[in-house]
């Protein structure tokens, strides 16, 4: 049990935080249940910083804006994809993808969409508290899978929804332990539009991405229900053609979560001629109000959290200001069949220290593309140095056209 509880507990925090900041006492990270739902499944949006919500629709469009997909070229397209994860740290944590869509109708304007992802935490080897193997092993695990919806509301802009169905389970090691279940929907919206960059025609893009809006999600039964990572997305993207046959794309996300943030304990000090019973008394209600304020977090509802996630860090707007998360991406296409992407992501070191730079590249013929990125950390340590992702998607039109 001692393996199993560890093991979770590790990649459940370090899946989004960096163990540079463990030791510190001014930390303060928002941590929610089923964290891999935060992880970006593809190595496009991975290669370019984790920036994609706003950059040119693909078949990953479904994890950062599903409604790019009514501005699809292709008719339809699927795709899968595998990350490797905290390699540095454990060798059989990894997240698998599946993803694909098909455009509605004569005039292309919307399209369906789905996805599924499974987070496998690896086997887990059982020992009593006594260090004894107990002879069997666990494989605990999150998924999730959704179906979207995304139409053009004008020529210009479109919007999406779409619904997520949350499963955990870990259990097996504990009786106290069961799986949890949750259901969730993400609202998003894209606009693209042409404008002049001195004698070019650039391709301008806007959009945001609301998911996870949804139910919290409780892994003992229903004694304690923990939120799960909703999140705002906002960005931009310009497309620029360097000439007839290349283009450079800059795109740029701002990323909050929409979840409460924990309340912190005040350090009380002894002051200068204070009486022993004054400093306890002092301690004491420090102890009821952190108490109360703990109760009114974990009772508090998934859509009031949305609404006090705006205002309610113990350290004020600044505190407000650190959670917010940017990445900024950079793609160099050529006649669309060859691609170089670097990126940079950002996360205060208060809120999880997630900081690094990215590399990728994609090949693109008629049918497929494969894509690979590598992450490389800037934070000391960090455990999410050293990623690699593969992904690989296939354009149905590209097949049809093969075929022929």
């Given amino acids: ?35 891999s739902l935060s992880i970006a499944p593809d190595a496009r949006g991975g290669g370019m910083g984790d920036a994609g919500v706003a950059t040119a629709p693909d078949v990953y469009s479904q994890h950062w804006n599903p409604a790019k997909y009514a501005f699809s070229p292709s008719k339809a397209g699927f795709a899968l994809s595998y990350t490797p994860w905290l390699r540095k740290i454990v060798n059989d944590v990894a997240l698998a993808y599946g993803v694909g869509y098909y455009k509605l109708g004569n005039e292309n304007n919307q399209a369906l969409s789905a996805s599924i992802r499974y987070f496998s935490v690896g086997d887990v080897k059982m020992m009593d508290v006594m260090g004894e193997d107990m002879h069997f092993t666990v494989a605990p695990y999150e998924m999730a899978f959704d179906l979207g919806y995304s139409r053009k509301l004008t020529e210009t802009f479109s919007g999406a929804i779409t619904v997520r169905y949350i499963r955990t389970d870990y259990s097996g090691a504990d009786d106290e332990v069961s799986p949890g279940n949750a259901w969730a929907a993400d609202i998003a919206g894209y606009n693209e539009s042409y404008v002049n960059i001195g004698q070019s025609e650039s391709l301008l893009s806007f959009g945001f991405n609301i998911s996870n809006i949804g139910t919290k999600i409780s892994t003992d039964g229903g004694s304690r229900n923990d939120y799960i990572p909703t999140n705002l997305r906002l960005g931009a993207s310009i497309m620029y053609p360097l000439n007839e046959v290349s283009t450079l794309s800059l795109s740029a996300d701002i990323n909050k979560l929409l979840v409460p943030t924990p309340p912190m304990k005040k350090a009380i000090i002894k002051q200068d001629g204070e009486s022993e019973a004054d400093y306890q008394d002092r301690l004491d209600q420090e102890d009821t109000r952190y108490a109360n304020k703990l109760k009114d977090y974990r009772d508090g509802s998934s859509i009031s959290g949305i609404f006090k996630s705006f205002g309610d860090a113990p350290g004020g707007f600044s505190e407000e200001l650190k959670e917010i998360m940017w990445s900024i991406g950079a793609e160099y296409d050529y006649d669309n069949k060859f691609r170089l992407r670097s990126g940079y992501f950002h996360e205060n070191k208060m809120k999880g220290n997630r900081q690094y730079f990215s590399f990728g590249a994609g090949f693109k013929l008629s049918a497929f593309q494969l894509d690979v990125a590598y992450m490389l950390a800037t934070a000391q340590q960090n455990p999410l140095d050293q990623t690699l992702r593969f992904s690989l998607a296939f354009d149905i039109d590209g097949m049809k056209n093969l075929f022929r």
């Fill in 1 to 35: 049990m001692k393996n199993f509880l560890k093991k979770v507990l590790l990649v459940n925090i370090c899946a989004l935080s960096a163990f540079t900041v463990a030791a510190q006492d001014d930390i303060n990270p928002i941590l929610t249940a089923v964290p």
